[in-house]
């Protein structure tokens, strides 16, 4: 089966910019979820859907970060403007359903630099 | 709040010596922990899972890990190790019954020497 796809692969911008990534789940997938990783930590919960809705965004520094998931199928996670120290990997995953670990699946992120 | 805490960022082995990477983890209730394998420019993948059934649990790979309640641990071990196990692993966890999203630790990335 196609696995979770992200784009862009890389993204460089400058502060205050805005940027925007792309994922597209795994065909049937409910839950969807954001990870930010920054070099030299783990992933780190941005925001989780379940279909069309917002689960938990308790992370998601809604100052600048956005994401949706309109139809419940593909997402767009945006920030404006960016920051410094918002380079990182951001990586989706996708589940069948809630709390299906064994079949999480994660993207290979989009590595963003702000330069 | 639940946490994860790996020692050492960087561990470095000999192909066919025995692999132990530590994960300590912090939980007010009883937690579901995980290790996760990212290799280079690829997505985490799951080695395996402990959801309160057995304590030592056996993954993909070869890699085993053993929930170890009184020392809060999750060490992920394997006997022999080979050269395609190179890769960051991260040790995560989830509050049994808490939000879904995974709290993961700063990842440790093994190194094999021929």
């Known amino acids: 089966e196609a696995g979770v796809a992200q784009s862009p692969r890389y993204k460089i911008i400058e502060k205050r910019q805005s940027v925007a990534f792309w994922c597209n789940p795994i065909s049937g997938h409910a839950t969807l979820y954001w990870y930010q990783q920054i070099l030299g930590q783990g992933p780190k919960l941005l925001i989780q859907?379940?279909?069309?809705?917002?689960?938990?965004d308790s992370q998601l520094p809604k100052d600048r970060f956005s994401a949706e998931r309109l139809k419940g199928v593909d997402s767009t996670l945006k920030i404006q403007p960016a920051k410094l120290e918002d380079s990182a990997v951001y990586l989706c995953?996708?589940?069948?359903?809630?709390?299906?670990?064994?079949?999480?699946?994660f993207g290979s992120g989009t590595q963003l630099s702000v330069l | 709040a639940q946490s994860v805490t790996q020692l050492g960022s960087h561990v470095s082995v000999s192909e066919g010596a025995l692999v132990l990477l530590r994960c300590n983890y912090s939980s007010s209730v009883p937690p579901y922990l995980f290790w996760y394998v990212q290799y280079p420019n690829q997505g985490l993948q799951l080695l395996l899972k402990?959801?309160?059934?057995?304590?030592l649990v056996k993954g993909i790979n070869g890699f085993e890990a053993e929930f170890k309640k009184s020392e809060t641990s999750f060490h992920l071990t394997k006997p022999s190790a080979h050269m395609s196990d190179a890769a960051e692993y991260f040790c995560?966890?989830?509050?049994?019954?808490?939000?879904?999203?995974?709290?993961f630790g700063k990842g440790t990335h093994l190194i094999i020497q021929p």
């Open positions: 859907f379940q279909n069309n809705g917002v689960v938990d």
């Open positions: 402990y959801t309160s059934a057995a304590t």
């Open positions: 995560a966890v989830k509050e049994g019954g808490g939000a879904d999203g995974l709290t």
């Open positions: 995953a996708s589940s069948l359903v809630r709390d299906n670990y064994e079949k999480l699946f």
